[in-house]
């Protein structure tokens, strides 16, 4: 099976990883002119680790962990309210790791260069499916045919306006903007995490073994505010404007965004589809089902989804529609689980009055104190455990 993937993130070298293990034939379209390193911190969890585990890749992962030690919330007078181990503050338990995005998408990459034909600085601009095959033909002016193309290009996904209508439909705005860039690290953190809550905006920033610098990133409430997704400078006023006259270290982690490289900005948002697969088109990752930075399970959801989209299109012995189904059925129920952690965590991470802050950082004050804070920790960990383990693997070795 000839199968073209638009996208080499987690999603789409994972799948073309598994697709060639499968034997299939796949090849990646990537707009970028190269895999993007760097970038923030993201976790593997529960399920995830297994598909890491079966690529072989648990002892690279770990060696690159992002080693960030714990993490503080502080006050706008900068005191630490309260302070947790690192994998506490990041929802893990067990093995699961925290890595660089840009190192995992080079670890997965680089396991799969020599088989896999990546076409990079190209995007597809048009798809016609028909009975035999998809006709695609690139920005290039390069055309081709292929038996399966897969939409792994995110949550703006390309792929899915093309084969299922504008993005409207499927993405869900939830009421808050992110955004994230390297700055200098100012405060000198060593492997370290602080987070400010303010009413309705949150700042933090975080230092890892793998940055010299460090992240600062915002999440604020801004209830449907529509902003140009092109245009950086008016994304930059729109986060100072959020930020405007708060304390603690945010003008100086604010002050930082004119020089990074990296500024992303975005709304917080999810997709949401009946169906991920029309005709010979399927979506995998945030492109069908993306559940949001506030979930935290992007990056596993991916990791899960490009397994199991290649282990039931491979088992279905070229018939496409089968595997599309299969794939439906086996992942919907872990996507819709993860799905249901970005509402509820974001609540918890942006908080809506002054009131709510200031009852939020006594409880947290008095947590710390309290003998049994390690059991209301792990009660914290629990639903993102329960939800990162909601799908038993199948082996689809022959
Ligand atoms: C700020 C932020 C924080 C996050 N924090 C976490 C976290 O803590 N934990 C976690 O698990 N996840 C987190 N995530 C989510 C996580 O990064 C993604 O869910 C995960 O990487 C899976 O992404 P993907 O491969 O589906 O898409 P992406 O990572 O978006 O990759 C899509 C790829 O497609 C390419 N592309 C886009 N358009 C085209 C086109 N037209 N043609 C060809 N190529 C194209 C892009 O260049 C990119 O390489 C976070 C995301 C953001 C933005």
Request: aromatic letters at 8%; one cysteine or more; hydrophobic letters at 40%.
């Amino acid at each position: 099976m000839n199968v073209l993937i638009s996208g080499a993130g987690i999603a789409g070298t994972a799948l073309a990883y598994w697709l060639r293990r499968h034997g299939c034939t796949p090849t990646v379209v990537e707009r970028a002119p190269a895999i993007r390193e760097g970038g923030y911190k993201i976790d593997i969890r529960g399920a995830a680790l297994e598909v890491i585990t079966r690529m072989g890749l648990l002892e690279a992962v770990r060696r690159e962990r992002t080693d960030v030690r714990g993490g503080s919330i502080v006050n706008a007078a900068g005191r630490r309210v309260a302070s947790m181990d690192g994998d506490t503050f990041g929802g893990r338990t067990g093995e699961d790791a925290e890595i660089l995005r840009g190192d995992l998408n080079r670890l997965i990459y680089d396991l799969t260069r020599d088989e896999v034909d990546y076409l990079f600085d190209d995007a597809i601009a048009s798809l016609t499916d028909g009975p035999d095959g998809v006709d695609v033909v690139f920005d290039s002016g390069r055309k081709a045919r292929y038996d399966v193309v897969v939409g792994a290009d995110g949550l703006h996904s390309h792929t899915r306006a093309l084969a299922f209508g504008p993005e409207e439909r499927f993405v869900h705005d939830m009421g808050y903007h992110v955004s994230i860039f390297s700055v200098p690290n100012h405060l000198g953190l060593d492997r370290w995490e602080l987070t400010y809550v303010g009413a309705g905006r949150t700042a933090l920033t975080y230092s890892t073994a793998k940055d010299t610098g460090a992240k600062a990133m915002f999440l604020f409430a801004a209830d449907g505010d529509a902003f140009d997704r092109r245009d950086r400078a008016q994304q930059q006023r729109r986060l100072a404007e959020a930020y405007k006259d708060e304390g603690w270290e945010v003008p100086e982690l604010l002050r930082g965004m004119a020089d990074a490289e990296d500024f992303y900005f975005d709304t917080l948002s999810q997709v949401r589809m009946d169906r991920w697969s029309t005709g010979r088109v399927t979506l995998v990752g945030d492109a069908a089902y993306c559940a949001s930075p506030a979930s935290g399970q992007g990056t596993s959801l991916a990791l899960v989804g490009a397994y199991v989209l290649a282990g039931e299109l491979a088992s279905a012995d070229g018939d496409h529609a089968k595997g599309f189904d299969r794939y439906e059925s086996e992942l919907r129920h872990f996507a819709e689980e993860n799905q249901k952690l970005g509402p509820k965590n974001i609540r918890q991470m942006v908080m809506r009055s002054r009131a709510q802050v200031w009852f939020a950082m006594t409880m947290l004050s008095l947590m710390a104190r309290l003998p049994g804070k390690d059991r209301l920790a792990a009660k914290v960990v629990e639903p993102i455990h329960r939800a990162a383990t909601a799908i038993s693997l199948k082996s689809y070795e022959r």
